[in-house]
């Protein structure tokens, strides 16, 4: 007897070794569909009793027991090759069945999961901290879960609906475009590979602002240290910027500590703005710090008497970001 195992997620793919074996009576498990059955030319339900006929036994289910009969006594095996991903498709399957039938499911919207897809951030973190592979796999699925959700809720859109198939193929294009040359095995060199994802990164963005793209949601030390990334890079004075930017105190009873910092830092955002916007004005290209310092100067001398009040530091703050303390009074700062 040769076991046909096909897979039960694609039971219609054949493989080419066993399409003589298909040609008579078949036996078969109960699992296998019913379209399948149709498309042999006669089956009969595998048993105890006909199991040792010689002819193929076709089955979708490697567990099933009288396939491990089967194999167990050294019958051979022709199996549908299954690709890494495949059980995602049963979980495509079953986010879809909730979010149609779930009294919970189907009420949720984008908006309702944002507390759940942040909890389930924070829990992967921790699992990675605990170096735990269960528990580090068991946050990826809650994880997953999440993506899957958030793409099925799309998919019931009125208006440019999409689902997780463009997901997908959103995710392949950006990756593939922005790393041609690892792909093409043109080369094997990190800093190449970390250029070329910049250069066409920027090149998809056009991006008007240094700081486009930076998600102001995240939590404010995040923030900070994406603002600083992004103004290094684009050869910006770091040095001017407030050093209360730069470093947290702590007080019991004070103020929110998250929310003074994410102030600070929004607000060095729209000076950042501001900056750009004066450089554009006056054709100035923000590639050196004489230019940026140029720009941040032009962009103070137009601002409004209110918005320059509105724009003052509080009274816990010694000094402006722009137009602030030298490099040296910095030394103490670490601005990474």
């Known amino acids: 007897m040769t076991v046909v195992l096909l897979d039960p997620t694609r039971p219609d793919l054949i493989p080419i070794r066993a399409r003589r074996l298909l040609a008579g009576t078949v036996l078969v498990t109960e699992d296998v569909p019913a379209a399948i059955l149709w498309a042999l030319d006669h089956v009969e339900p595998a048993t105890d009793d006909n199991i040792d006929r010689d002819m193929a036994l076709v089955s979708t289910d490697p567990h099933h027991r009288l396939v491990r009969t089967a194999l167990a006594r050294g019958d051979e095996l022709i199996a549908v090759p299954v690709p890494s991903g495949s059980a995602l498709l049963e979980a495509v ?5 909730l979010r149609r039938n779930g009294p919970w499911e189907s009420r949720q919207t984008h908006t309702s999961l944002r507390r759940y897809l942040l909890e389930e951030v924070y829990e992967l973190l ?41 997901v997908a193929r959103g ?8 790393t041609p040359g690892v792909l093409s095995g043109a080369h094997a060199d990190l800093e190449t590979q970390i250029r ?13 602002s240094v700081l486009d793209g930076v998600a102001t949601t995240q939590p404010a030390l995040a923030l900070t240290q994406k603002i600083l990334e992004r103004l290094t890079a684009a050869a910006f004075p770091v040095d001017l910027i407030d050093p209360a930017l730069l470093t947290i105190v702590v007080i019991a009873g004070d103020d929110s500590i998250e929310d003074r910092a994410r102030q600070r830092a929004l607000k060095l955002i729209e000076q950042v703005r501001g900056a750009e916007r004066h450089a554009r004005a006056v054709g100035l290209t923000l590639d050196t710090r004489a230019a940026w310092v140029a720009a941040l100067d032009g962009a103070t001398e137009h601002t409004e008497p209110g918005e320059r009040d509105q724009a003052a530091p509080g009274p816990d703050e010694q000094v402006d970001v722009v137009g602030g303390p030298k490099a040296e009074d910095l030394e103490s700062v670490n601005p990474a």
């Open 93 to 97: 399957a079953l986010m879809d069945t």
């Open 126 to 166: 921790d699992a990675i901290d605990a170096d735990d592979p269960r528990e580090l796999a068991e946050e990826l699925g809650d994880l997953l879960l999440q993506v899957l959700f958030h793409a099925r809720i799309a998919a019931d859109r009125p208006d440019e609906p999409f689902d997780i198939d463009d």
């Open 196 to 208: 070329e994802w910049e250069e066409r990164k920027a090149a998809e963005k056009q991006r008007g």
């Open 171 to 178: 995710f392949t294009a950006k990756v593939s475009g922005r």
